[in-house]
């Protein structure tokens, strides 16, 4: 077919993923493997009517305004706080995510960090590699209990519901969770989770789990006050996005005490990470792998690139964010 839609994919991802778009679409993708800076963005995005995006390209009013032609930017990832969405409805620009295909596998991951941050198997990891590991003491690397807690999860979609079904029927835990808005009642039932406020889930979670998206009221949403309210003996864990938890005063009660443990998959200006978290023996901390299985993300990239086909050649996204179709 002549004049197929043109298409860029803003980062290196499945061979055979970008071989489909390329049966659909003059494809024109970043094989650098590193993540453009918006000029650079916006140099190669000149044209184009489709966007393949993995989540860290920032699509907003600048961007926009230098590509007219942009119809659709689908973002491989479930978060979406790359994207300016009012700005891009008001360009008459779809926005897409990658939803449901990521929710067991980032939902594992969480509850892996729960486990690895209140047992200290990092900590004891390193013990071992380090040598140190000579005798037996009765309290050597003695965590905090995981089975038969509280788990408290903050931001109850998808994979916070995934969350709270490992917690209660996998590990027999009590499980509260605060949301923006209340489940309904079958929904609850079916995580066995009550709704509690921010306040009361702070002070009785074991184990706290932020599962929230991104935005300007997340922005610390765990700082100083908030962690000055939880048990001491608590772990937190943070699979959603750097910048909801103030990383200094997380490293700060981390440090001093008032917090057991953390486990961190995000960070505030990752791939950077604050220093006083690296220091830290009770932080598990992980390189924003939550979703990384192979088998997931290639079905991420797979609903991307089904989300450009579809709408550009379909007129119908399959997974859109704004109402423009
Ligand atoms: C990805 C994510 O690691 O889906 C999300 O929101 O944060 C992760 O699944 C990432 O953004 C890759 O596209």
Request: charged letters at 15%; aromatic letters at 6%; hydrophobic letters at 50%.
């Amino acid at each position: 077919r002549i004049n197929k839609p043109a298409v860029l994919v803003a980062r290196a991802i499945f061979p055979e993923v970008l071989q489909t778009l390329q049966q659909h679409f003059e494809v024109t993708s970043n094989q650098a493997d590193v993540l453009w800076n918006p000029e650079q963005l916006a140099f190669a995005a000149k044209g184009v009517a489709g966007i393949l995006t993995t989540g860290s390209e920032r699509i907003d009013a600048a961007l926009l305004a230098a590509c007219p032609d942009l119809k659709i930017c689908a973002n491989m990832a479930v978060g979406y706080n790359n994207f300016d969405v009012a700005a891009m409805t008001t360009a008459r620009v779809v926005a897409t995510n990658t939803p449901d295909v990521l929710t067991e596998t980032t939902a594992d991951f969480g509850f892996a960090l729960i486990l690895a941050a209140a047992r200290r198997m990092t900590e004891g990891e390193h013990f071992l590699r380090a040598g140190l590991w000579n005798r037996w003491r009765y309290d050597m690397l003695a965590g905090a209990e995981v089975h038969g807690t509280t788990l408290g999860i903050l931001g109850m979609g998808r994979i916070g519901q995934a969350i709270a079904k490992r917690g209660a029927h996998g590990f027999g835990m009590r499980v509260i969770y605060h949301n923006r808005s209340r489940l309904d009642a079958v929904t609850e039932g079916v995580c066995a989770a009550s709704f509690v406020s921010k306040q009361d889930l702070l002070q009785q979670a074991d184990h706290l789990i932020l599962v929230l998206p991104y935005s300007t009221e997340s922005h610390h949403a765990i700082g100083v006050a908030e962690l000055a309210q939880m048990k001491p003996t608590a772990t937190l864990v943070n699979i959603a996005r750097g910048g909801i938890v103030d990383d200094v005063a997380l490293a700060a009660a981390l440090k001093a005490g008032a917090l057991a443990a953390a486990g961190l998959d995000v960070f505030e200006g990752e791939p950077r990470v604050h220093p006083d978290l690296l220091t830290l023996p009770n932080v598990v901390l992980t390189p924003h792998i939550a979703s990384a299985t192979l088998r997931t993300r290639r079905a991420m990239a797979q609903l991307a690139a089904a989300n450009l086909i579809g709408f550009l050649l379909h007129g119908k996204a399959l997974t859109p964010l704004n109402a423009l179709q």
